[in-house]
Every structure is written in structure tokens, then in C-alpha cells.
């Protein structure tokens, strides 16, 4: 029986950056049957800070994990990738459903003990992969379901952001690999990953190859809180890899932090399809004539209102309805007491292929998996 209480939220880091919370926090807002009861960060003044700048009127800045913990029903993981799983665990003890940032840790043996106690505790835990729910990808699932490009030969994709580019932005934790694990393959792969082998496992397979290569540009940053003094850079600005799946096709991926564009070009027997994330709501479909050549131009179609889920309160905002939906797969999780489809298993796929790609970068070889 669906249950129709409201559920306590508690969101667990606040962030010093991006601050990836304030997605989280903004999703649940968005949910007539979630309120935030409770914020935790180890730095002092942040939670309070963050119930001020979103209005959480109904939320107390808890002064350690216990308290909030105590004060609700699920939490929102925003924290570096290596205290995920520790926090995972502490939260399914205390009887938390968990929805938990990617990338799950630094690496794939460090998820062990979250999955453990997701099974023995049958709560949902969830892995936040948000990017596979932009209107823009769901489009391109359907066209392919249908065979609208034939038979994949290639897949193209780019990701990354400029935030890092300027070198005057300090050393924080996604550059530390002992904090982080990998830096753009981890923070942007995860994601593009996840998309590829969404859209096109069930035609192409799964990847069985990787060859990667990864480069950091800006090897000195400046200490946050420390004025004059630098430290290393120990992870990757940039990462390029190749893969191949099970049915040979081949996927070409860039993930970069410091300047990259968001594209996702997926080419077939019969055309090409073209996502921008500058313009998540549209795609560009080139598809061949009857000679099988490329004499009809591009042309720039957009997403259906079938691909944007029947959700009135979604946001028709790039990126904040995407949010919203993984916020509400979590939710419905909750209440109809079934598994997420991003369970703790599916991230720790992710970090096996992750972790595949930083060893074909560290020992210059193709990897082999599964």
C-alpha cells in the first residue's frame, strides 16, 4: 500500500563550489510530499546558511550526523566521493532511505559495504544520475527504440565544464585524488557512461574495451584558507577514452573541467542524431536518402511533450527538470516501497568501468572487461 506520509528530508553536505545540494534542495521543494526537516555540513555556519539562502523554514542545522539522522526519513548525500560510502552506511543503520551523489567512491571496492547494508536493511538507495532524465535523451531513446538510424556504428561524447579553467581557483577536493579518485573522468564519466549504456545497452551491449588517456594542465593550485601556499593537483583535468561493446560498436569519450562543450553525437546505418546541451530541449536528426548518402540537410526537431513526463510541477527549466526527476524516482521509490532503478549496484558498474579507464591510462593498455 502506498504510503502518504510526508517524508523528512535531510540533506547532508552543503558544498563549498557548486554546491550540488542546492539541486537537491531545490527538486524537493518542487514535491508537494518531502519536506527538508534537517541540514548537516562539518563546517560551522554552513547548514545555517543554506536554510537561510532556501528558505527552509521547517529545517534545523543539526550539529552532527546523529541529529539529523535522527530527524528524518531519507538523506541527500553532497559530499567528496570518499566519505559516500561511510555516510551511506550510517544512514541505512539508522533506517534512512539513501539517495547518494556520483561518482559512488574512488573506487569499486569501496562500495562493498553501502551495498551490503542496502540489502540487509531493504531500504531504497539510490545513486544520483541526473543527466540521464534531460527531456533531450529520453527523445533519443525512443528514436532509437524505433530504428529511426538503424544499427549504431559510432557514439561521440563531450562533457566538462570552464569553472576550473582559470588557474586562480583553489585546490579543492574533486582535484585530490585521494578525496576525489579520478578528476573530470570520475566527476563528468560517471555520467556519460551512465547515458551511453542506457540509450544503447540494449542494442550494442556492454562495454568490454577501454583505452583511455587522461592529462592535467594546471598541476599547482593555491590552498583554500592558506594565502600563498600551493599544493598539487593529483588527479585529471582532461580524460579521453575510447571503448568498444559487446557487438563491436565503438564510443569516443572527452570529459574535461577545464572548458569543454556538451554533445552527444550518436551515428548509425541509416543517419545521426545530435544532442547540444546548450539546447537541451531539441535535437539535430540528419538521416540518409535512399541512395544512402547525406544529400538532406540537418534538421534541428524538438523533444516531444511525451518526453517530458506528465508531472505538472516539473520545472520547464534546462537541467532543473532532470533534477526533478530523479528527485521524484527517489520519492516514488520511498512510498511504493520498490527498488530505484539507479540502485548501488548501478554505480558500482560506473566505478568498475571508471576504474578500468584510470588503469588503461596509468599502464598506457587497453583494458579488457566482463
Known amino acids: 500500500m502506498e504510503d502518504k506520509r510526508m517524508i523528512r528530508i535531510g540533506i547532508i553536505g552543503t558544498g563549498y563550489t557548486i554546491g ?37 523554514k ?16 531519507a ?24 539517495l547518494c551523489e556520483k561518482p559512488f567512491a574512488p573506487k569499486p571496492e569501496d562500495c562493498a559495504e553501502a551495498i551490503k547494508y542496502a540489502k540487509l536493511t531493504h531500504k531504497v538507495a539510490m545513486i544520483g544520475l541526473c543527466y540521464r532524465d534531460i527531456p ?14 538503424g544499427d549504431v556504428y559510432f557514439v561521440r561524447e563531450e562533457q566538462g565544464g570552464d569553472r ?4 586562480n581557483v583553489k585546490l579543492e577536493w574533486r582535484m585530490q585524488k585521494d578525496l576525489s579518485g579520478p578528476g573530470a573522468l570520475a566527476d563528468f564519466g560517471s555520467h556519460m557512461m551512465d547515458i551511453c549504456d542506457y540509450l544503447l545497452r540494449d542494442t550494442c551491449g556492454k562495454i568490454q574495451e577501454i583505452h583511455c588517456m587522461e592529462h592535467t594542465g594546471i598541476k599547482k593550485r593555491e590552498l583554500i584558507h592558506r594565502p600563498g601556499v ?13 571503448c568498444r561493446t559487446e557487438n ?3 564510443y569516443s569519450f572527452t570529459a574535461s573541467r577545464v572548458g569543454a562543450t556538451f554533445v552527444l553525437e550518436i551515428v548509425g546505418a541509416g543517419g545521426k542524431m545530435i544532442f547540444n546541451g546548450s539546447k537541451p530541449f531539441e535535437l539535430t536528426l540528419q538521416l540518409k536518402d535512399k541512395d544512402g548518402g547525406y544529400t538532406k540537410a540537418p534538421e534541428v526537431v524538438s523533444v516531444p511533450e511525451s518526453c ?30 520498490k527498488e530505484s532503478l539507479l540502485t548501488f549496484e548501478r554505480g558500482l558498474y560506473l566505478q568498475e568501468l571508471i576504474q578500468a579507464a584510470q588503469e588503461s591510462a596509468e599502464t598506457g593498455m587497453t583494458v579488457k572487461l566482463f
Open 75 to 98: 538523506v541527500s548525500i553532497c559530499t567528496p566521493n570518499a566519505t559516500h560510502v561511510e555516510l551511506a552506511v550510517s544512514a541505512l543503520k539508522a533506517g534512512c532511505h539513501v
Open 164 to 167: 576550473i579553467a582559470n588557474p
Open 248 to 250: 563491436g560498436t565503438l
Open 308 to 337: 517530458y513526463g506528465t508531472d505538472e510541477r516539473a520545472p520547464r527549466i534546462p537541467f532543473e527538470i532532470n533534477f526533478y526527476y530523479e528527485i521524484r524516482q527517489f520519492l516514488d521509490a520511498i512510498r511504493e516501497g
Open 136 to 149: 533531450g535523451f529520453a527523445y533519443m531513446k525512443q528514436l532509437l527504440d524505433e530504428g529511426v538510424i
Open 230 to 242: 600551493f599544493g598539487t593537483v593529483t588527479n585529471d583535468d582532461v580524460a579521453c577514452w575510447n
Open 20 to 56: 550540488i545540494a542546492g539541486n537537491h534542495i531545490k527538486a524537493y521543494q518542487c514535491c508537494s510530499d518531502a519536506q527538508i526537516t534537517a541540514v548537516y555540513d562539518l563546517l560551522e555556519g554552513r547548514a545555517e546558511d543554506y536554510i537561510e539562502k532556501y528558505g527552509l
Open 58 to 73: 521547517e529545517a534545523k542545522a543539526c550539529k552532527c550526523l546523529d541529529e539529523l539522522l535522527e530527524s528524518c526519513d
